[in-house]
């Protein structure tokens, strides 16, 4: 902060006073020593020393101050040190003169506007020409020798907002309006403008001429620009537009740099930023003092880019230093990188980055060269050697994810459907599953299932898988004799050939399975619903021994042949069998006494590929790096894979890890399931899941409520038999036979009976079996 | 009374049904089309509003984008928003309309049976909305930061800006059924659906009879019409003339616009008992019901200072503030607030050719003046001139105390004037007074915000 620098005849640092009240202007001296600050309550000159303000002259005198004193802005003469005007917020103009002998330094007062004045602004060159701008919509130049204006502008539209001398043409002036319009005048001819053009949409509250380029105007509106025209043509062209966060109150170009330019807001945002127009999306510099509003910002000199002078509301008077600014660019990001809603990803970078590297090249990459095309040619071309900042320009490229892939979810459908939680023994569940994981290109899931099977499959069971694998039987036990090394890769291609066929039975018989299930109407089925009345738990056990010839036979034999409880509750029950086989060692004996079973063939196999681990070691040596590894799947959001392990270990891992979490991941892989619509899998999660919590959701509103369908009362107890009516209820409109099974029926005209009966009939019919003329539809 | 009976079944009590009708160029307007869009029809206040009907279609913009479009606030609570609102000024045909839409929306339904049956979240409002309905001046950053601040029934800053907004237009709306003489909607009144006794068609007659009761007094007063319109008419050219040499100092206009407010304590509607708030259905949706206006400038006590136009202007502040919590509704309340104030048709009464824009910026700044806020660049002295004491008595009481107005007051000011131009006068009323309320609480935001 103490740094001192020391260009052109200026010295001094970062530093600031209290004022009284808040500021509304400010405004300097042409020899930078003195700073004039006006606002409601205010209006001193401060004199600029190198090591502080101080206070040299309150303007404000007179013991009721008028509402004259009350300034909108203020202008100090460039070329008369003396000289200043101020806009007063009740209409009126006025100079003062510095060098008037008496305490009050109030020269000349101007009332001729009807409203607020908004500016004022002296000739740059020209000494007693001053030219005002009002919110009545006209604008007047005054010559301080007369009383009166020497003539009115009319802007024919609203307010006047601000007005500035040309710097460069002698008899031209800027005016911008609250309606968006900025306005060329030629001081000669107050009859009408020279040129009119829109720039903002909203009020334009401020513009600045460049002090070098000629047709140079920076216009800063309500709708947070700062837009940068070129007036040196015919057409008005827009060069440059930096986007700001707030409305830009104040513009003021940086003296001896080109594109510099400094801002600050009217509302919310409180810092003043500096500009390069070329790099209009990120601030060249930042000055963060300000407590409120900025409303007042000026260069000190002329010609000295280093001091930038500003008024606040929060009723200080700052002087920035530079050198003291906070460069945003240094702490921005230099690359960008983003995912789009379907899936596609956009990345942006320097461009010289993005160029170089040609072997990139993907699939569907677009390219957007020049962020911005309003760069000009040359600047890329030559660079400024004085400028302060590489210039950078920054290439955005946009990867779209291939037409086909919806959202990038399949593989989660896929897996899910495909993946085998149960039904065969553990170590071809494992298999089945990495392979599924491989050909959805998911190597790690693949490895990890592989893995899997390796740490927890039994040595060689001939007895056990016989019982299951009989067209292949010695495939499975070897597995335990590759090394953790070779697992995947080697594994997968050797028994590829033998797995092949295999996962085809596998998958068909799978397939048939669900095929079964949804005919037989699971949770899936809107239209039709089971006719049966109570579930009964017990029922549900004592029937499950009747479950192999049930299956083969179901549609061969007339529905009522089975009792229609044991029909629904089948298929809840028919995996349970199956997958407890390939786990009955465990279940019949404790692990380690599995383990104890066949610790010499492990042994042997051992010494033949060199496993760094012991072959003694009991799978529940790996049941910490397994639970490791599910929360790891778990935390990076794929839940389906920790879910399914769990399932596929069953006994071996589930008591490692807490019932809370094991409950948390079934619900969020159930609810994933369910979000993709796929019933099946997430009732088969839900059946297999070990968790009390989970299990019941299947209990959930199973109970149906039926009425008798002859005297629509609700039919309370078990049985066919209607208490009131004594009449059968449900009755076939087929055969007439009371439905003791599966019941179907028509929402449309509530006539039903037999699924099968119902089927057939509407076969060969599009009318109710019942004949009431209804048309109904089996879907 | 048979005449009384014969308008009050129009849109509007105070005018006849024949001269909206006659007046109302709408049927191919687009402004129609924006209410059927929203609306499925044309309420009574559209009608009486189309008598305007450019300002009608910045108004109805305005108005559905509040209440229908992407906002910070979910479409529910608007409605009670806006229930709220007009309840502190018991306007029933506001409440009945809005509790319609509440129901249609279909949830929450209870909330209708009160405010206690409301989230805390909305009942926190109460406080800045009866500040606003009837003392805006005293809202303070206090009241902001009580909302706003973390906790369980906090407001994000862009629902509170909605908030505000909603507020302060059904606060002014308010202003306008009732300034105007807005009879309910017979379809309102008629939707048995309607939780019980909210909207009883007792309930519509018993505002429409308290508006209409006293029309006996204004025959009498029309005598001296024809040279009252030319006397106004000599005092807006002469004051256009003097503007020239009158060099009042400081000090006078500072007084003018203090003689001003203090006048405006003395201006009281008569008749009216300060206490009876009657209870009516409406009072279910009010806390606190015996706060109403109090005068800005009161005598002999502290007055809060006066609100400087000049420093938080609607154009520079206010817009930018609101745009940036609530974008889009700044661009819209903008566009309203200079369509009132631009409004003119160069008509006075049957003179054609007039510059009313100094009548217009009396109204607008007198309204602004009650509720202390001064331009710096305005002659207090002009409002004096201009507005006679009824016209006044008028102003004030359709401003700050809505629902007193009555058929008399109504009739009572610029006798030989079209209806058109009263309910104009109307428009200016109420885009004045939601100016001023939203610059007072946009004002405490900002300075919450700092």
């Keep these: 902060m103490e740094k001192m620098t020391k260009v052109s005849t200026i010295n001094g640092r970062t530093m600031f006073c209290h004022l009284d009240a808040p500021a509304n202007a400010i405004s300097v001296c042409r020899d930078a020593t003195q700073v004039v600050v006006a606002g409601r309550n205010i209006f001193k000159i401060y004199g600029l020393e190198e090591d502080g303000f101080v206070e040299r002259l309150n303007l404000r005198v007179g013991r009721k101050p008028s509402l004259n004193f009350s300034c909108a802005d203020v202008m100090w003469h460039q070329m008369e040190e003396n000289l200043l005007a101020t806009a007063a917020t009740n209409g009126a103009v006025v100079t003062w003169n510095l060098a008037r002998p ?160 400094a801002t600050c807001s009217m509302m919310v945002d409180h810092n003043i930023y500096v500009w390069d127009v070329r790099r209009p999306f990120i601030p060249f510099a930042t000055f963060e003092e300000h407590k409120d509003v900025t409303t007042g910002i000026v260069w000190r000199h002329q010609h000295d880019p280093y001091y930038l002078l500003s008024g606040s509301k929060d009723s200080t008077l700052y002087q920035h230093m530079f050198k003291d600014a906070s460069r945003p660019v240094d702490r921005a990001n230099p690359e960008g990188l983003c995912f789009g809603l379907f899936g596609d990803l956009a990345f942006a970078a320097k461009e010289s980055l993005m160029t170089a590297p040609s072997s990139v090249g993907e699939v569907g990459r677009k390219t957007y060269p020049g962020g911005d095309r ?63 994981a491989k050909r959805l ?52 291609e050797r028994n590829k050939e033998n797995r092949q066929d295999n996962i085809h039975n596998l998958d068909s018989n799978h397939n048939n399975n669900d095929d079964n299930e949804e005919t037989e109407g699971s949770e899936g089925q809107a239209e039709y619903l089971f006719g049966d009345a109570e579930l009964d738990d017990d029922d549900l056990y004592s029937m499950e021994h009747e479950n192999p010839a049930a299956e083969e ?55 033949v590929s060199q496993l760094l681990f012991s072959p003694h070691l009991p799978p529940k040596f790996f049941c910490p790096i397994v639970k490791e590894m599910l929360c790891y799947y778990a935390e990076q959001g794929d839940v389906q894979t920790a879910v399914s392990v769990l399932i596929v270990l069953g006994e071996r891992i589930r008591k490692e890890i807490d019932e809370l979490t094991q409950e948390h991941w079934y619900m969020s892989y159930i609810d994933l399931l369910q979000r993709f619509e796929l019933w099946n899998v997430s009732n088969e999660v839900i059946k297999l899941s070990t968790c009390g919590a989970i299990t019941c959701l299947n209990q959930a509103s199973t109970t149906l409520h039926i009425n008798c369908s002859n005297c629509k009362r609700p039919m309370s107890n078990k049985g066919w038999i209607c208490d009131r009516c004594h009449q059968c209820a449900s009755v076939c409109a087929v055969c007439h036979h009371v439905v003791k099974g599966l019941f179907v029926w028509c929402q449309g005209c509530s006539h039903g009976g037999h699924l099968e009966h119902v089927k057939d009939w509407l076969k060969q019919s599009d009318h109710c079996p019942a004949g009431c003329g209804h048309l109904c539809e089996y879907t | 009374m048979k005449m009384s009976r014969h308008i009050s079944t129009g849109p509007s009590s105070f005018i006849p049904e024949n ?25 009574n206040l559209t009608q009486v509003m189309g008598l305007h009907p450019h300002y009608l279609q910045a108004f109805l913009r305005c108005h559905y984008y509040l209440l229908r479009m992407d906002g910070p606030l979910p479409l529910h609570y608007r ?51 009866k500040i606003l309905a009837h003392r805006p001046w005293l809202i303070t950053k206090q009241h902001i930061q009580a909302l706003v601040k973390t906790g369980e029934h906090s407001w994000s800053l862009a629902e509170l800006v909605h908030a505000v907004v909603l507020l302060a237009h059904f606060h002014a709306l308010s202003s306008f059924v009732f300034g105007s003489g807005v009879n309910p909607d017979p379809e309102v009144t008629d939707v048995s659906g309607v939780p019980d006794d909210l909207c009883p068609p007792a309930m ?60 405006s304590l003395l201006v009281v509607s008569k008749g009216f008992d300060e206490e009876g708030v009657p209870p009516s259905p409406v009072a279910r949706f009010v806390a606190d019901p015996s706060f109403g206006y109090q005068d800005f400038a009161r005598r002999s006590e502290d007055n809060p200072p006066t609100f400087k136009a000049q420093d938080y202007t609607w154009e520079d502040h206010g817009f930018s503030l609101l745009n940036r919590l609530y974008s889009d509704v700044g ?120």
């Excluded at chain 1, 592989?450 to 036990?477: C, D, Q, V, W, Y």
């Excluded at chain 2, 309320?437 to 300075?447: F, K, M, V």
């Design chain 2, 79 to 129: 409605h009670y928003i806006a229930i709220m609102a007009a309840a502190r000024h018991q306007c029933s045909v506001l409440v009945c309309h809005h509790v319609q839409e509440f129901e249609q929306i279909g949830v929450c339904s209870d909330w209708l049976r009160g405010l206690e049956f409301c989230p805390q979240r909305l009942r926190n409002l109460n406080e800045i909305n």
């Design chain 1, 441 to 492: 290109n998911r190597p790690q899931e693949s490895t990890t299932w592989t893995m899997l099977r390796i740490m927890f499959s039994e040595p060689a069971n001939p007895s056990m898988s016989a019982n299951h694998n009989l067209n292949k039987s010695g495939n499975l036990p070897l597995v335990n004799s590759f090394g953790m090394k070779e697992m995947s890769a080697a594994l997968n």
């Design chain 2, 19 to 43: 001269e909206i009708i006659a007046a109302t160029p709408l049927s191919d307007s687009t402004v129609m089309y924006l209410d059927e869009e929203f609306n499925g029809r044309v309420d």
């Design chain 1, 374 to 436: 309003r760069y000009p040619i040359f600047f890329f071309k030559k660079p400024d050697v004085t400028e302060q900042f590489a210039q950078v320009s920054s290439a955005l490229s946009v990867f779209e994810s291939e037409a086909g892939s919806a959202v990038g979810m399949d593989w989660f459908i896929k897996t899910a459907q495909s993946y085998l939680l149960s039904g065969k023994p553990f170590g071809e569940l494992c298999e089945h599953n990495a392979q599924v």
């Design chain 2, 204 to 263: 519509a007659s018993l505002c429409t009879c308290h508006l209409t009761n006293s029309n006996q007094a204004n025959r009498n007063s029309q005598r001296n019409a024809g040279s009252e319109l030319e006397a106004l008419m000599e005092r807006m050219k002469r004051l256009l003339e003097e503007k020239e040499d009158d060099d009042a100092s400081e000090e006078e206009m500072f007084t003018r616009f203090e003689k001003e407010k203090k006048e």
């Design chain 2, 331 to 450: 661009h819209l309340l903008d566009d309203k607030f200079r369509t009132a104030c631009d409004l003119t048709y160069y008509n006075m009464a049957s003179h054609e050719g007039v510059d009313t824009s100094m009548l217009r910026r009396a109204l607008f700044n007198y309204v602004h003046c009650m509720y202390g806020i001064r331009h710096d660049d305005y002659d207090y002295g002009e409002v004096n001139q201009l507005l006679e004491s009824s016209l006044k008595v008028y102003i004030k009481t359709v401003t700050c105390y809505p629902e007193r107005t009555t058929r008399r007051m109504y009739e009572s000011y610029w006798h030989q004037f079209r209806h058109s131009e009263k309910v104009h006068v109307n428009l200016l009323l109420m885009e004045a007074r939601m100016q001023a309320e939203l610059l007072y609480a946009l004002r405490a935001i900002t300075h919450y915000m700092t």
């Design chain 1, 102 to 261: 008496c305490r009050n330094k109030q020269e000349q007062l101007f009332t001729e506007h009807k409203r607020t004045v908004n500016k004022v602004c002296f000739h740059p060159t020209e000494v007693h020409m001053l030219l005002s701008g009002s919110q009545d919509g006209f604008m007047k130049c005054f010559d301080l020798r007369k009383k009166e204006s020497v003539s009115t502008f009319s802007g024919q539209s609203e307010s006047v907002r601000d007005v500035q001398f040309s710097m460069k043409d002698y008899f031209t002036f800027a005016a911008s309006f609250e309606n968006g319009n900025v306005q060329l005048w030629d001081i000669r001819r107050p009859d009408r403008y020279e040129r009119m053009f829109t720039a903002h949409t909203g009020p334009v509250f401020c513009c600045d001429w460049h002090p070098e380029d000629r047709g140079w105007l920076a216009t800063g509106g309500r709708d947070k620009m700062v837009k940068v025209w070129d007036m040196s043509t015919n057409r008005v062209k827009e060069i440059y537009c930096v986007q700001t966060i707030a409305s830009v109150a104040r513009v003021k170009w940086r003296p001896e740099r080109r594109y510099h330019l």
């Design chain 1, 553 to 607: 036979t179901e549609y061969l034999l007339p529905q009522e042949a089975f009792p229609i409880r044991h029909e629904i509750m089948d298929h809840p029950s028919a995996p349970e069998p199956l997958q407890e086989k390939p786990e009955s060692p465990h279940v019949s004996g404790s692990e380690a006494e599995s383990m104890c079973l066949t610790p010499m063939e492990s042994f042997s196999l051992i010494s």
